[in-house]
Each structure stands twice: as C-alpha cells, then as structure tokens.
C-alpha cells in the first residue's frame, strides 16, 4: 500500500524527537490497552502521545506490520475502494472508533473472500487503480486543494501533445458528462485565521513578498494555508497556519519542490511566532 508516503513527507516532524517518537510506538503497540484507546492517543491531535506527522495512513500500516492478522490498513485507497464495492462503515465519532469499525468490515471481508489482511489490501489497492468507468461517477474529496490536485493531474497527463494534437481533439465535439463530486470542508476558527493575517501584517510569510492585490473592502489579500492539512489530522491554531499569497500557496500543494517550502515554512512560523509570543 501507499501508506508510507506521508512517513516520508512529514520525516522531518515525525522524527524530530526520537524518545518521544519510542514512547508512542510502545505504548500503541500495546496489545493489553485497547486499540480505540491506542488510537485515539498516538493519532488523534490532541491525544498525550501524538506524534505530528503521523496519521491514521501510517498508524494503521504500523500495526498492519506489527500484527497483519489482526488489523488492517486504513487509507484513503482503502476507504475509496471500500466505498466503490458498498462497504464502507457509516463514519462515526472518534478516530479510534472507526478504525475499530473499519478494521471489522476488513476482517469480515477476509472471511468472506477467504484471505488474509495484506492480500485484502492488495485487493483494495486493485479497486482503487480501476478506471473510474467500472464504477460509478463519484468520488470523495478531503478537501478543495485535493480537488485542485486531481484536476492538476489530469491536466499534466495531456502536456506531451502538441499544439496540432490538442486542436484536433478540441475540434471532436463530444457530449458532456456529469460527474459527482464532494468536496469536505472543514470548520475554521475565525480568530485563528485573523491573527495570522495580523501577523502576516500584508506580506506572504512564505516568499516574504506583499500581497498580490487588495480585497474589495481594501485589505490585502493572502490566504490561509494549514501546515499539516486538517485532513490529516492537522490543528486549526496559529502554530499550524500560515497567510501566503496565491502563488506559494499552489506551489506548496502542487510545486516540485513542496517539501522543502513546507519545511521551511514551518520553521518560519515558529521564529515567528516566539519572537511575537504566540504560545
């Protein structure tokens, strides 16, 4: 599976403190304190034993490997996949509440194919890589840059044709298609969002540059940047939100270099927010 992907984009946060980081593992690894409880103090954000950069894709790999008899890997490959075959849990409340939901549907699954947990994920992972015409036209998003992203993939696929190609293809007139789309959002904490632009003062904390224009009312215009996505369990505080103009805020969803800049920008908004007292 591809849950590695975020160990290795966020290594620099997750390893930052190695005794911590160990006393996590051991007591998520615990199998005498129940998996909801584990869950819900190593993954969730505010849990005691949270660790920043890990999230429910490595957690849920972690024990796969630690025990791949007993719990399964929740993703979003798997959780696309699940939905597409009609068998995803109704979400409920609680990180560690519906791992312990989907992890149920896994093995009941297992049984009904009569394998084992990897090969499952392998199966979902099977799923998820089928073209979107075997199912139906619908597909989840965590959020509108995720959305952005797609879209952004699609059009990157198409850039090796030339002018004449494209043309041609422009001039095939073919019916629209309705796709579904949904898009998650998530609620922002308003005070948050003005004190980083306070802070920001009307220049992008990322390229150090002004803002680009200004809003109708006059103010300049950046927009709200959450270092590690809500989706993936990220913080809605001002230790964990940046305003950055348009373009940096593409270039570190989409930018070649987008690790780097988010490292960077991390480390810029906590000198930031020291030298202001931000605590």
């Not at 992890?103 to 090969?119: A, F, G, Q």
């Not at 922002?188 to 009307?202: D, F, S, T, W």
Request: some cysteine; overall charge positive; proline content about 3%.
């Amino acid at each position: 599976n591809k849950s590695w992907s975020r160990l290795y984009r966020h290594k620099s946060k997750i390893f930052s403190d190695i005794p911590r980081l160990m006393k996590s593992l051991k007591l998520f690894l615990n199998k005498s304190l129940d998996i909801e409880e584990r869950f819900d103090q190593v993954v969730k954000y505010q849990g005691k034993s949270h660790i920043i950069g890990i999230g429910v894709g490595v957690a849920s790999a972690i024990l796969h490997i630690y025990d791949p008899n007993q719990y399964g890997v929740w993703n979003t490959r798997s959780i696309i996949a699940l939905d597409r075959l009609k068998m995803l849990p109704i979400r409920i409340i609680g990180i560690g509440a519906y791992y312990v939901a989907l992890n149920n549907k896994l093995h009941e699954m297992k049984e009904i194919l009569k394998t084992d947990l990897t090969t499952l994920d392998l199966f979902l992972g099977y799923i998820f890589d089928k073209p979107k015409e075997y199912f139906e036209e619908y597909k989840i998003f965590e959020n509108l840059e995720e959305f952005e992203g797609d879209l952004d993939i699609q059009i990157t696929s198409i850039k090796s044709f030339d002018k004449e190609i494209l043309l041609k293809k422009i001039k095939k007139k073919k019916p629209l298609k309705e796709f579904q789309y949904t898009i998650k959002q998530y609620s922002r904490n308003l005070y948050v969002i003005k004190l980083a632009l306070q802070r920001a003062n009307g220049t992008c904390e990322c390229c150090n540059e002004s803002a680009p224009f200004l809003r109708m009312e006059g103010s300049p215009y950046l927009e709200i940047h959450h270092l590690i996505p809500l989706s993936e369990e990220g913080n809605d505080d001002i230790d964990n939100v940046s305003a950055i103009c348009p373009n940096c805020h593409k270039e570190l969803h989409f930018g070649e270099n987008k690790e780097k800049k988010s490292d960077d920008l991390l480390k810029i908004i906590s000198k930031k927010n020291s030298a202001l007292n931000y605590k």
